[in-house]
């Protein structure tokens, strides 16, 4: 059976879920889609929900800029884990555009596809979908709100600047 907790994070309150062998999503207030009726329990001593919660409170303090944490994400097409895969390797604090991050995965015409499976990803900040942006430089599409896809790009910006 999943678990689940709720973290109060400054991009408010988030949902950290957990499956048999890891991590399994993490989703905001606003996310679309939300996650199907769970069927989870609370467990707010499951240690890889424990786990994922002392890497947020890093993250978001600026202190931790990777997250190794065992994932136990099936859901989702063969298409959309290559994609989600591609997305842990955009760096710390830089961004993408969708149409390179097409370019990555060896399919450049499959932009519009990118992006759907970018918003699908269960495991919002985890697999870094907040730094994939428009070619154009805008920010678009976030399952957590634009709000906080910018405040997320901002927050690893300012700390990728003092990392070096």
Known sequence: MKKYLRYSSPCGVLTIVAGERGLA?????SHHPQPENFRCELDVADPILCRAV???D???????????LPIDCLQ???????VWEALQSIPYGATMSY???????????????VGAANGRNPLSIIIPCHRVIASSGKLQ???????????LLTLEQKHSQTRN
Not at 25 to 29: D, H, I, L, N, S
Not at 99 to 113: C, E, H
């Open 25 to 29: 999503g993490v989703y905001f207030p």
């Open 54 to 56: 002392t890497q947020l």
């Open 58 to 68: 890093a993250y978001f303090a600026g202190q931790g800029f990777v997250f190794d």
């Open 76 to 82: 989702g097409t063969a298409f959309q884990r290559e």
């Open 99 to 113: 149409a390179d991050l097409a370019k990555k995965i060896g399919r450049p015409a499959a932009v519009r596809a």
């Open 141 to 151: 599409g976030y399952a957590g709100g634009i709000d906080n896809k910018e405040y």
